[in-house]
Structure formats: structure tokens, C-alpha cells
């Protein structure tokens, strides 16, 4: 039995849950089982692709005689379907192992246990579908089941609106992506995907057929300006979900990316990598500054997803600027780059979304402004969380800091472009990404330094408690993980060889043989990183400051009340808070991104009143792009509103004569 | 190849078809306009029977038998019953006089035909006129229901809308026999629904003029 087989079983292993779970869920003890059933299933599937991703050879097909007659269901796996499998069913995997501790304080689980299964099922099949008509059933399949998770708590308006919101969205892309298989199949209708491979489309109609791809898988993966579904819609769900939604389902979508731009079209002309990078680039620094701006800690983290995939969409442009001239080393490194940080992406946003759920478990809220204090009263969660923000902030040795190491090597070849726009282009590319590291970091400070540091903000942080067993092992795994791919990356980048191979003709050179397991992407004249020697030098020299401020410092302490400039002890709302934290930043860069306008209302003396600071940003996108959108189809419905009121004859004389003009335009035309 | 008698039979009896179409429009007393219907479905059951007998499909004989059985005989006889009931039968009721209709009518032919030599120029010619006949009882039945004020002659007007496809059905080859009887059957469960609203719409008004409906909801007629 090949690969493809055993994970169209797992896939009916999961449909065949998600029926299970329609008739178990009414019974309160049956949550905890079926996220059990799901995580060995998950596993299963994990073990299956990773297996295909070592083993490689051939591509495994299943061809199905379902669906449309002539067409039938085609499946195939290959590396790079077998190298997202893996990241999915990981992802899926830690995910339901988290959800059997955090899905027991679930007030309605009959709305989300049988429609977590199938969303999980829509993921996997849309990444081994091979036939334009599979991959769409299977694309909408998983928009649709991750709408009802979305919608899953519909007794809160904003969720209600966040539901709709995606909905729309998904709706687009899949009508671009819809547009892109038309073009890619032509008239002829080849809808098979080695049809596809084999026809030439040509440069004006290959460049559509990447832009139209870049929207509608960019609208799933949440590339800015189709973006603003994603902040509402993955913060509306369950943590787990959330952890699902952001940091796996958006990776369903650089899959559909690079399955259509790489494989199915081909790189071949350099002009369309331009707004590819510079989408990328913009995507991070507007993801990472509306992060900044968040109290919510799940929307703040869905921004931060936005960053990210900002990032990884990015190096995908680097990889396409080298592959049309024909650099293939420096492909390679920038769309490994793009991978690696995939699999990294993953894996700590999982770790953050599960950390948050168990955080909003504990406290009850999701405003960071009223956490604070949690690292006396979450004592275990703390530190794993510390992990997760390392290193997604990109800091040495973690995995976050090798990918994007990898990634700006990745831009520091691009002065051996031949062409002088993507020379002038990549610096400015790069700097963005730069620009969106530093913020990240500085989100993430404020983000672990207003919740866990300082005195509890509310009443609601001082009871917060420590989640469960189950959350704890999933999120210590997540930050093992997240140390062991920092400091050995070079292996991770090995596995990746056969997708890039495949992808692009070349892997990136061998790294597991270096010295010391450091990675030299190009040359070790050029760069080299040893994240291992790095490690090691950093445990020694905290161990040592730590060790010698121990052995000097005075032994004998004294508990005194701290100093408050004289003042009595103030309450907890007078700490540092977030808004204060990202202060310069909004002040500076918001005022562009944000047209941030902050009033102060200063009562003269003698008055009573209390003193009102308001702030108020705009989300620039949204005005412009949404609201026109929106007013001008208010308009027009306004103007046809009067349709709605005709008589039943008029209705069909309408319909009459709407039949008859088109056949009369169609005996003209034809 | 079928020999050209056969053709020209299939051809006379499609086109008998559009004719009763024709005779329908200018019906302005329901009793007659209900004739007219069972002619139509038994011209129809005559067309496609003798389509199953050229083409040798077996199960077109099905379908001709449903036609005669459903709209030849059952269908007519339930509205026989429903406007003896309503007390309508001596309405006289036209929405657009009879001439306009015909002409409107005529131009509706004229169209389908241009349209379906002009778009089927490949296809089997007893397929292309089957089609254009089709097209034009289609086209007719809902000139009928859009003349119409009635609501039972809007109905007849939809059944007879629904001749043309099943004309359109029997002449392009390959139609499978499941379809064919579940269009039969929504037919059937359509009309069953409209009859049951018309009681209902008569208890509350005192009419099945649609007009009166309009009234209710304060538009003028």
C-alpha cells in the first residue's frame, strides 16, 4: 500500500470520527476520548507522512472513482505534500492532546467535536489532492468546517460578525483560486495536475494565473490587504482551534501557494517575484504593528501569525527572483528558508495559542491588561511560555532566530540579481523583515512582560492557577521542540532537501556534515551559524553571572517596602501597562500605519472631574479597501431594494424577459 | 440513420406540440385552456413514444407512459375538480389582449429557432429541431403564465412549461430514466403544493385573481 493510500485511510479515520462524534457528544464524558481518538489518528498520520518524507522516491498516486464521472478523484503525495503533512498532523496532533484537558471547560462540545475531525480531514486531503476539482471540494470543505468552528460560540455578537467576515473572505479566495485552475486547465479542461504540468501557459497568463493564486491563497494565509478575516475569525474559535487555525491551516495555504506557483506554473519570469516579496515584507510590518497595538492576547497572537506568514511569503518571492535567473543555491536557501520557518512557525504558535488558552482558562479574560502577576500563580506555564516567546521573537538559539537567520542570508544574496529592480527591491524587502523582527521582539516583551511580570491587573489574574497535565506535556513538548530545532537545525534542513529537489531542481548543500553541526548555507567564507557552540555559550555565561553575582552578593536579605517616591502604595493599575509599552512605537509608526491620534483631556484645577486620556487608531486597510467595498454594495442595494416589493406577475415577466434578452444576445452573438 | 418518414412523423408531432402551445395562449376560458392542456400532454405522450420507438430506448416508453398518465389524465381531471370547486369556471380572464399574445408568441418561435439552428449547427438535425421546438414550448408556457391572472392558469401554464422540457429531454439522447421520473414526480408534488395554497388562498380572499393578493398588500392593480 503506498503513502497516499494510508493517509486517505487516516482521512476517513477522521470523517469516520467526526460521524462518531455527532452521536457521542451529548454525553458530557465523551469529550476527552474523542480528542484521544483524534490525536492517535493525527499521530498516525504524522508517522505516515514523516515516513514518505524520509523515504522519498516516487510520488505515491491513489486515482478514485469519485467525484465528477470522467474525472474521478486523484491523490498523490510527494515531498512537499508529504513535508506539510507532517507540519499539519503534528500540529493536529498536539492540538487534540492539548484540547482533552482545555476541551473539558468547554460549555457546548457538541458544537465543535464533530466538526474538529472533519476540519482536521479537509486539511489533509486538500494537501494530497491532484486534480484541480479535488483540491477545490477539498479547500472549501476545510473553509466551511473551520466556519463552524468559528462560529462555534455564536452567542457573542462579535463572533457572530467574525464567522461572517471569514466566510466572505474564503468565498473570494476560493473564487480566485477557482479562476486560477480555470486558466491553468484551459479550454481543453485538463483538470489533472500532470496535465497541467505539462502545458505551457505562457508569460501573460502565467503572471495572472500568480497573482490570482497569490490572492486566493494569500486570503487564507492572511497576506495583507485580504488579511482582516484573520484577526477576527482566529481568536473567535477554541484555543486549540485558534492554535489550529493560525499556526497550521494558514500553512494549508503556502502549500496551495507553492503547489500552483512552483510546481504547476513554474518560475520562470523574475517580474513576478517583485510584488510577491514586497507584499510579503508590508504583510509582516503591518501584522507585527497591529500585534504591538493588541490587548487581546489571541488577536495579538493572530497578528502576530500575519507577520509570520508575511515572512515566509517573502522568502518564497527571494526563492522565485533566483530561480527565473537561474541562481539555483541561492533558491534553494531562500525557500528552505521559507519551510523551516513553517515547520518553526507551527510549532510555537501552537505552544503560544495553547499557552493563551490556558492563560484565558485560568483568568477568564483575554485582555492582557487585566493578566499580570500570572509567573507567581501559573509557576509552570511561565517558563514554557518564556520558550515560546524566545523564540518567536527570533532570538538565539532558538528555532525562530535559524530561520531567520537562514532568511536574511537569503537576502543578502540578492546583489547577484542581474536585475536592477529586484536589486533596489530586495534591500527595501529586507529591511522590512528586519523591521518586523525588531517589533516582533518588542511585542513579545510586552506581551510576556504585562501578563506574567508585576502585580495581577485585576481581581481575575490574582485566582489564576496552573492548567493541566495534558496542556502542560503538549506545551513542554512544543517548547522542547522549538530548543531542539534552535540548536540542531542543520538536520531539519537535511529532511527539507527533497522538496526543495523537487521544487526546484537543487537542495540546499549537506549540513549534517559540518563541524559542529553549524550551518554555512552557501559558503563558509560568506556566513556560517553555529546555534550549538552559541548554545553552549550562553548557558555558560548566564550559568557564570548567575554563579558570581551569587557567590559576591551579600547572603543576608532584608523584606522592606519598596520605595514609592514617597508616595502611598499605589494600586495595580498604575504599573506599566501595555499601551504605555508600545507608546514610542505608536507615536512614531502609528501615526502612519494607524493615523494614531491620542487626546488628553486635563481638567483645570479646582475641577472634579477625572482627567480622560483617549486614544484612537484607525485601521487604514479596512476604511479603505472594506468600507468603499461595503458602501458602494449598500448603494446598489438600496437602489434594487425596490425589487423586493413587486407583484407575482411582475416577478415573472421579469424573469420573462430576462430569459428572452439572453437568449436574443445569445442568436446575436452566435 | 432513421428513414425520412420517421424523421418527418417525429417532426410533425413536435411541431404538433408548438401548435397546441398556440392554441393554449388564446384560450380565455379555463374549461377550454384545460382542454387544450390534455391535448398537449397527449400530443406529448405521442411524441415521445414514438421518439422511444425510433431511437429504440426502452425507457422512454416510461417516460410517454408517465406524460399520459400524469398530465393527460390525472392532473387535468384533479383541476377539472378544483375549478368546479373554486367556482371559477365562468371566469373570462385575460391580462394582455389575445392578438399581442400571438404576436409576442410568434417573435418567441421565431427566436428559438434562429437560436437553435445557430448554436446546434453540429448536432443531428432531429436533434437541432427537436431542441428548437422545445425551446419554443418552454418559451410559451411562460408567455402564458406571464399573460395570465388567474392562478390555475398559471399553473397549467408551468405544466405545459414543463412538456417543453421533457420534449427537450426525450430528443437529446442519453437523458437517464431517473431524471426524467424525478422531474416527473417534482411536477407532481409542485402541483399538489400550488393546489393546496390556491384553497388556501381562496379561503382567505374570496378569489384566485393574483390581483387580489396585490390588492392585499396595498398596490393597485
Known amino acids: 500500500m503506498n503513502a497516499a493510500a494510508l493517509q486517505l485511510y487516516c482521512i476517513v479515520a477522521f470523517l469516520a470520527l467526526a460521524a462518531l462524534s455527532v452521536a457521542a457528544a451529548f454525553r458530557p464524558r465523551a469529550s476527552a476520548g474523542l480528542y484521544i481518538a483524534n490525536a492517535v489518528v493525527a499521530a498516525t498520520a504524522f508517522a505516515f507522512s514523516f515516513a514518505a518524507l524520509f523515504k522519498g522516491g516516487d510520488p505515491a498516486l491513489v486515482h478514485l472513482p469519485i467525484g465528477i464521472p470522467w474525472l474521478g478523484a486523484h491523490f498523490r503525495i510527494d515531498a512537499l505534500s508529504s513535508f506539510f503533512l507532517s507540519v499539519i498532523n503534528f500540529g493536529a496532533a498536539t492540538a487534540s492532546l492539548f484540547a482533552v484537558g482545555y476541551g473539558r471547560r468547554e460549555p457546548e462540545p457538541s458544537r465543535i467535536l464533530p466538526f474538529y475531525p472533519a476540519f482536521l480531514a479537509g486539511m489533509n486531503l486538500v494537501l494530497i489532492a491532484d486534480d484541480a476539482f479535488t483540491f477545490l471540494v477539498s479547500w472549501e470543505f476545510m473553509s466551511l468546517t473551520s466556519f463552524a468552528l468559528v462560529i462555534a460560540h455564536h452567542h457573542e455578537r462579535e463572533n457572530r460578525r467574525a464567522a461572517f467576515v471569514y466566510l466572505t473572505m474564503a468565498c473570494f479566495g476560493t473564487l480566485s483560486l477557482l479562476f486560477v485552475f480555470g486558466l491553468l486547465a484551459g479550454a481543453d479542461g485538463g483538470y489533472v495536475f500532470n496535465d497541467i504540468r505539462s502545458r505551457d501557459l505562457g508569460a501573460g497568463l502565467g503572471g495572472a494565473v500568480m497573482l490570482l493564486a497569490l490572492l486566493g491563497a494569500g486570503s487564507k494565509a492572511g497576506l495583507a490587504p485580504v488579511h482582516v478575516w484573520l484577526p477576527l475569525a482566529h481568536p473567535a474559535a477554541p484555543s486549540h482551534v485558534s492554535a489550529l487555525m493560525s499556526g497550521v491551516m494558514t500553512k494549508v495555504a503556502v502549500y496551495a501557494f507553492i503547489r500552483i506557483a512552483f510546481d504547476l506554473v513554474g518560475i520562470s519570469d523574475w517580474s513576478i517575484a517583485a510584488p510577491v516579496m514586497l507584499i510579503g515584507g508590508a504583510t509582516a510590518v503591518l501584522g507585527i504593528l497591529h500585534a504591538l497595538m493588541e490587548r487581546d492576547i489571541k488577536r495579538l497572537l493572530a497578528y502576530s501569525t500575519i507577520e509570520n506568514i508575511g515572512v515566509i511569503f517573502a522568502m518564497l518571492g527571494f526563492a522565485m527572483a533566483f530561480q527565473a535567473n537561474g541562481m539555483a543555491v541561492q533558491a534553494a536557501l531562500a525557500f528552505v528558508a521559507a519551510l523551516f520557518h513553517v515547520a518553526n512557525h507551527s510549532i510555537f504558535k501552537g505552544l503560544l495559542f495553547f499557552g493563551a488558552g490556558s492563560m484565558l482558562n485560568a483568568t477568564g479574560v483575554r485582555d492582557i491588561e487585566q493578566m499580570g502577576g500570572l509567573i507567581h500563580r501559573m509557576r509552570k506555564l511561565a517558563p514554557l511560555f518564556l520558550v515560546g516567546c524566545v523564540a518567536i521573537s527570533a532570538l538565539p538559539p532558538l528555532n525562530g532566530f535559524a530561520s531567520e537567520w537562514l532568511a536574511f542570508q537569503a537576502v543578502l544574496q540578492s546583489p547577484d540579481l542581474p536585475q536592477l529592480g529586484l536589486k533596489i527591491l530586495s534591500p527595501m524587502v529586507g529591511a522590512l523583515l528586519a523591521l518586523a523582527a525588531a517589533l516582533a521582539a518588542a511585542c513579545f516583551v510586552r506581551l510576556y512582560g504585562v501578563a506574567f511580570l508585576g502585580r495581577p491587573r485585576s481581581d481575575h489574574a490574582i485566582e489564576a492557577h496552573d492548567p493541566d497535565g495534558w496542556s502542560l506535556g503538549v506545551i513542554g513538548l512544543m517548547a522542547a521542540l522549538c530548543v531542539i530545532f534552535g540548536i540542531v537545525p542543520g538536520i531539519v534542513l537535511d529532511a527539507l532537501a527533497p522538496v526543495a529537489t523537487l521544487m526546484l531542481g537543487t537542495p540546499l548543500a549537506v549540513q549534517s556534515g559540518n563541524d559542529w553541526l553549524s550551518v554555512i548555507p552557501v559558503n563558509a567564507t560568506q556566513s556560517s551559524y553555529n546555534p550549538l557552540l552559541l548554545f553552549f555559550f550562553i548557558a555558560l555565561s548566564s550559568f557564570l553571572a548567575a554563579s558570581v553575582s551569587r557567590l559576591t552578593a551579600s547572603h543576608d536579605y532584608r523584606r522592606s517596602p519598596a520605595w514609592a517616591c514617597g508616595f502611598e502604595p499605589a494600586g495595580a493599575q498604575t504599573q506599566y501597562s501595555g499601551a504605555s509599552f508600545s507608546q514610542p512605537i505608536r507615536n512614531t509608526l502609528g501615526r502612519i500605519a494607524f493615523r494614531a491620534a491620542e487626546t488628553v483631556d486635563m481638567p483645570p484645577p479646582g475641577d472634579q472631574q477625572p482627567a480622560r486620556f483617549t486614544l484612537r487608531l484607525r485601521d487604514l486597510v479596512w476604511d479603505a479597501i472594506y468600507g468603499r467595498i461595503a458602501s458602494v454594495i449598500n448603494a446598489i442595494s438600496d437602489k434594487l431594494n425596490a425589487l423586493q416589493f413587486l407583484t407575482i406577475r411582475r416577478y415573472l415577466s421579469l424573469v420573462f424577459a430576462t430569459l428572452v434578452l439572453m437568449l436574443l444576445g445569445l442568436a446575436a452573438w452566435s | ?221
Open chain 2, 1 to 221: 440513420m432513421q428513414s425520412t418518414l420517421a424523421l418527418d412523423i417525429a417532426h410533425l408531432l413536435a411541431g404538433g406540440i408548438v401548435l397546441v402551445s398556440f392554441m393554449m395562449l388564446y384560450q380565455d376560458r379555463l374549461f377550454a385552456l384545460l382542454n387544450m392542456f390534455t391535448l398537449h400532454a397527449l400530443v406529448l405522450a405521442a411524441s415521445v413514444a414514438w421518439q422511444a420507438y425510433i431511437q429504440g430506448a426502452k425507457h422512454l416508453y416510461v417516460t410517454a407512459a408517465i406524460a399520459l398518465l400524469f398530465k393527460a389524465i390525472i392532473i387535468p381531471l384533479a383541476l377539472h375538480r378544483m375549478i368546479v370547486k373554486l367556482g371559477v369556471h365562468r371566469d373570462i380572464e385575460t391580462a394582455v389582449g389575445v392578438g399581442q399574445t400571438m404576436v409576442a408568441g410568434m417573435g418567441l418561435v421565431a427566436l428559438s429557432m434562429a437560436l437553435m439552428f445557430n448554436v446546434t449547427s453540429e448536432a443531428d438535425p432531429l436533434v437541432r429541431e427537436d431542441l428548437a421546438f422545445a425551446l419554443s414550448v418552454v418559451l410559451l408556457g411562460l408567455l402564458i403564465m406571464v399573460t395570465r391572472r388567474n392562478a390555475v392558469s398559471q399553473i397549467v401554464g408551468f405544466m405545459s412549461l414543463e412538456n417543453g422540457l421533457v420534449l427537450a429531454a426525450t430528443g437529446a439522447k442519453g437523458m437517464p430514466l431517473v431524471v426524467e421520473i424525478s422531474v416527473a414526480f417534482s411536477v407532481l408534488v409542485a402541483f399538489i403544493v400550488i393546489g393546496a395554497f390556491l384553497f388556501r388562498i381562496r379561503e382567505r380572499f374570496d378569489s384566485v385573481d393574483v390581483g387580489a393578493l396585490d390588492e392585499f398588500r396595498g398596490d393597485r392593480r
